[in-house]
């Protein structure tokens, strides 16, 4: 079995997740140059408890999945090499995605922020993107980081759940996230951004898509019971 797959210690997990936190709460705080910034510390309370209560369960009931999640590297092992390339391309707009709110809406104001009540709405638009994202997870053991076929866990076609309206409903739940996080801080620069990362993230679905196709025993099957990829109706 590969490493990363191995059941991680809890304690261990705890570290890394209060690190992660705490270094994206700093993302977060750092440019706007000041630690009094309300929406973004409700943000980062939601994802908080988000990250708390899906490591908890997977601690409990799918700790193989977890050591997975938890595996930030960007190149594993049978990682196919397009999503090497992709995963590397990602990065820079990923971290500008967390910077450049607080650039925008409070150290220099280069954009005026949206109103109070879109901003809270984008904030709950939040809780059912991720109840799909623990939904996901609780159906599909397999959902890796990167692009691969886990061989040494005997990877087989997930079909239930969120995978009868779309084949990657992971990726529609973080495509939402994308415009709905620098929404709710207020940034208008920020959703260039959001766009640039659903561009690739569309891009890594397609090429994600075709090699479950062609490799993943019961997948063509299941792409004629599941047509769309992402939004049902549209692809």
Not at 124 to 148: D, G, Q, T
Not at 215 to 229: S, V
Request: proline share 6%.
């Amino acid at each position: 079995m590969d490493s990363s797959s191995q059941p991680m210690n809890p304690a261990k997990v705890w570290v890394q997740l209060v690190v992660r936190m705490a270094f994206f709460a700093v993302a977060l705080m750092w440019p706007a140059g000041t630690w009094r910034w309300l929406d973004a510390w409700i943000v980062f309370g939601i994802w908080v408890v988000f990250a708390v209560a899906i490591v908890r369960y997977l601690i409990r009931h799918d700790p193989a999945l977890l050591a997975e999640r938890m595996n930030m590297s960007t190149a594993q092992k049978d990682q196919k090499r397009w999503d090497k390339v992709l995963m590397l391309v990602f990065m820079v707009p990923a971290i500008g995605l967390y910077v450049i709110p607080g650039f925008d809406v409070v150290r220099f104001g280069w954009s005026d922020p949206f109103p109070a009540w879109v901003r809270i709405v984008a904030m709950l638009i939040h809780i059912p993107c991720f109840l799909m994202l623990a939904w996901v997870m609780r159906e599909n053991s397999y959902l890796a980081r990167v692009v691969k076929i886990d061989k040494a866990r005997h990877h087989q076609v997930v079909t239930t759940g969120p995978y009868v309206i779309v084949r990657h409903p992971m990726y529609t739940a973080v495509i939402v996230m994308l415009f709905a996080m620098p929404t709710a801080l207020g940034s208008r620069y920020a959703l260039i951004i959001s766009l640039l990362v659903t561009v690739l993230l569309i891009v890594r679905t397609y090429l994600e898509d075709r090699t479950l196709y062609r490799e993943l025993d019961g997948y063509p099957e299941f792409t004629r019971k599941t047509p769309y990829r992402l939004f049902p109706g549209i692809w």
